[in-house]
């Protein structure tokens, strides 16, 4: 079974930033599509944003303007550029790479949001 890792997570004053990582080292993962997901407590695991293989990349509304998401094939890594977090951004981060029958997700990355 393949493991993707996510890291990066942490405590951020609002306003702050973080980079988040995910390493994934599975065959084909530049033919692969890569998400991030985050879940608050209490709250369902939702699309924050993604990166085809080729095409454009996606964001949720909350997020826009805010994130970049970002990949380096040549290392398996992708990322998660976050700035001027906010507190609702607290939740636990989530890495899923998908390609085929290939869907693997992270055990997951804390990002706290607080003064």
């Known amino acids: 079974q393949v493991q993707i890792e996510e890291s990066g997570g942490g405590l951020v004053q609002p306003g702050g930033s973080l980079t988040l990582s995910c390493v994934a080292p599975?065959?084909?993962?530049?033919?692969?599509?890569v998400n991030w997901y985050r879940q608050a407590p209490g709250q369902q695991r939702e699309l924050v944003a993604s990166i085809p293989n080729f095409g454009r990349k996606k964001y949720a509304d909350s997020v826009k303007d805010r994130f970049a998401i970002s990949r380096d094939n040549a290392k398996k890594t992708a990322y998660l550029q976050m700035n001027n977090l906010k507190p609702e951004d607290t939740a636990v981060y989530y890495c899923n790479v998908r390609y085929g029958n290939l869907n693997v997700w992270g055990q997951g990355t804390q990002v706290a949001v607080s003064s």
């Open positions: 599975v065959n084909r993962f530049g033919l692969s599509d």
